[in-house]
């Protein structure tokens, strides 16, 4: 990693702390050149690692940024809805790659996807249900977000 400030090639990792809930870790850098300080976060690269079918013929890589654009207009809480529909695809994408297949049909997706949102929206669930022509519907005991007071 180079150093943010002087773009020296080597740094060093001083502290490191894995996320609990998602495939991410934080680390703490020091430059070796400089002595700059930074943070940064690493993710697991999702383009490609997994394949999805739709209809059986057409394979396509299976995109969190696709399954982000499908779940953020569905969400009831709109202010939050960026930074949860991309933790919900996250979650979803770790989801599917627990199957342990490396190519999973788009319906078996869909319904993945459906059981992430079901327990995090009960509506949000619903909509997606309807619009991926799922036949399980939301539970009752999936959670709704409460409503912002403004």
């Known amino acids: 990693m180079f150093c943010i ?12 702390r894995p996320n609990k809930k998602h495939a ?5 850098r020091k430059c070796e050149s400089c002595g700059a300080t930074f943070t940064t976060t690493e993710v697991v690269a999702t383009e ?3 394949l999805s ?7 396509t890589p ?15 809480a709109q202010e ?5 529909a991309y933790w919900l695809a996250m979650t979803a994408y770790e989801k599917a790659l627990q199957t342990n ?5 788009s319906k078996e997706l869909a319904s993945i996807i459906f059981g992430v949102l079901e327990r995090y ?3 949000a669930a619903l909509k997606y249900a309807l619009d991926h022509h799922l036949t399980r519907m939301p539970s009752s005991r999936a959670k709704r977000p409460k409503a912002s007071r403004s």
Do not use: M, Q, Y
């Open 5 to 16: 400030k002087c773009h020296h090639e080597n740094t060093k990792v001083i502290n490191s």
């Open 62 to 76: 299976f995109s969190v940024s696709r399954s982000l654009l499908s779940i953020a207009p569905l969400l009831t």
């Open 80 to 84: 939050t809805a960026p930074d949860d």
């Open 24 to 28: 991410t870790v934080w680390r703490r």
């Open 53 to 59: 079918i739709s209809d059986g013929k057409n394979v």
């Open 48 to 50: 490609g690692g997994l």
């Open 121 to 123: 929206d009960s509506t």
């Open 101 to 105: 297949d490396a190519v999973i049909s």
